[in-house]
T-cell receptor
Framework: DVKVTQSSRYLVKRTGEKVFLECVQD?????MFWYRQDPGLGLRLIYF???????EKGDIPEGYSVSREKKERFSLILESASTNQTSMYLC????????????FGPGTRLTVL | SQKIEQNSEALNIQEGKTATLTCNYT??????LQWYRQDPGRGPVFLLL?????KEKRKERLKVTFDTTLKQSLFHITASQPADSATYLC???????????FGKGTKLSVKP
């Protein structure tokens, strides 16, 4: 089975802090994704990556950056956390580029105070 | 731009009945549609994929249909159980860079 793990299930940070969310997948998938999920807004794509050291902006990249130094690891960085970044963050991976099935991690519930 | 809509935010049914969830899309038909299940506080889990030439696909108590004329997919759970209570998401290929687009989901509650 594909396994996608995220570094924390719950995280509480203060406004202005730098926040790192890490995601690791063990199936040698090429593609990795970061989403945030908010009530009434559904899943929104922040960034994604189709290869090591490669990144593409999703629909809502403002206030975020990403890093993919190794194939299995995709990190989401909040350079200066703000209260409007309080959300559920979900990482996913997929084998094929063109809209293939995505495998999600358990999510990180981030609260920014 | 491609859109995908799940018209019902919530659906409440009695145990043993068939639940039917709807997913509508705009513009051109995607080559396939996917359905996911999401439990509270968890990531979505893939359930089924249906291709546009398949019309219907089944997996145990689940059935998915794909109607390119109506631009719609229906997701059925027969003999529903309280354990089927969850949010169900549909998704299509067709984001600006080829990624998946997800609907907002329908929250299904099955009452005993």
């Amino acid at each position: 089975d594909v396994k996608v793990t995220q570094s924390s299930r719950y995280l509480v940070k203060r406004t202005g802090e730098k926040v790192f969310l890490e995601c690791v997948q063990d199936m040698d998938h090429e593609n990795m994704f970061w989403y945030r999920q908010d009530p009434g807004l559904g899943l929104r794509l922040i960034y994604f990556s189709y290869d090591v050291k490669m990144k593409e902006k999703g629909d809502i990249p403002e206030g975020y950056s990403v890093s993919r130094e190794k194939k299995e690891r995709f990190s989401l960085i909040l350079e200066s956390a703000s209260t409007n970044q309080t959300s559920m963050y979900l990482c996913a991976s997929s084998a094929d580029r063109a809209g293939d099935t995505q495998y999600f991690g358990p999510g990180t519930r981030l609260t920014v105070l | 731009s491609q859109k995908i809509e799940q018209n019902s935010e919530a659906l409440n049914i009695q145990e043993g009945k068939t639940a039917t969830l709807t997913c509508n899309y705009t513009n051109y038909s995607p080559a396939y549609l996917q359905w996911y299940r999401q439990d509270p506080g968890r990531g979505p889990v893939f359930l089924l994929l249906i291709r546009e030439n398949e019309k219907e696909k089944r997996k145990e108590r689940l059935k998915v249909t794909f109607d390119t004329t109506l631009k719609q997919s229906l997701f059925h759970i027969t003999a529903s159980q309280p354990a089927d209570s969850a949010t169900y998401l549909c998704a299509r290929y067709g984001g600006s860079q080829g990624n998946l687009i997800f609907g907002k989901g329908t929250k299904l509650s099955v009452k005993p």
